[in-house]
Each structure stands twice: as structure tokens, then as C-alpha cells.
């Protein structure tokens, strides 16, 4: 079982920037692949970033050059870094936890309850 927990959401002036922390409890954060999604209100959940054990990247096409995610698996913790922050990113932000099985199956996934991130124009 891997307990996930958001922090770091807040309320930021365009242009502005915002650190999200994702905090994993439980043990073999190392081999989980992580990522962030957020959701707009009536919308689905989006991916914004993944990163896998290995530590390679992914972004969804409207953060990149923008956003950075990163890990400290000492610290079992997944980071999102938002810089250039637009009004149209304003969302509740989640971090998920996926394990892969060797076959490509995925095995576990979990998510943290999200926060929230607001930018003002």
C-alpha cells in the first residue's frame, strides 16, 4: 500500500511559479512510476508529467519548456516544478504512483487528493 500527499498548491500571480511536492508513504517508491495530472472543473483528469523509476520524463505538449517534474527517491518524493504559470493552468493538481509488472502490465496504482493551484491574471 503507498499512501501519496500533495502539497505546495497555492494561489499565484501570472508569470509566477509554484513548487507541488508529492510526499509517498510505503516502501519501493523507487520502482513506482510517478506523474501529476490535474482536472478543470467538469472535465477529466489530464496528465501534466510523468517520470519513471529509471528517470526519464514525459510532459503533456501545453507544459513543456514550462514545468519540470523530478524525484528524490532518498526522500520518496516527486516533484512538479511550474514556472511561467497562465491563468489556464489553474486546476487541482494529483500525484499517481504506478508499478509496472516486467510484462508491461500495470500491477498498483495510486493517487494523493490533490490540491489546488490557482492563477490570477
Known amino acids: 500500500q503507498v499512501q501519496l500527499v500533495e502539497s505546495g498548491g497555492g494561489l499565484v500571480q501570472a508569470g509566477g511559479s509554484l513548487r507541488l511536492s508529492c510526499a509517498a508513504s510505503?516502501?519501493?517508491?523507487?520502482?513506482?512510476?510517478m506523474g501529476w495530472y490535474r482536472q478543470f472543473p467538469g472535465k477529466p483528469r489530464e496528465l501534466v508529467a510523468t517520470?519513471?523509476?529509471?528517470?526519464?520524463?514525459n510532459y503533456a505538449d501545453s507544459v513543456k519548456g514550462r514545468f519540470t517534474i523530478s524525484r528524490d527517491n532518498a526522500k520518496n518524493t516527486v516533484y512538479l516544478q511550474m514556472n511561467s504559470l497562465k491563468p489556464e493552468d489553474t486546476a487541482v493538481y494529483s500525484c499517481n504512483a504506478k508499478k509496472w509488472g516486467s510484462w508491461g502490465q500495470m500491477l498498483y496504482e495510486y493517487w494523493g487528493q490533490g490540491t489546488q493551484v490557482t492563477v490570477s491574471s
Open positions: 510505503g516502501s519501493s517508491f523507487s520502482n513506482f512510476a
Open positions: 517520470i519513471t523509476s529509471g528517470g526519464r520524463t
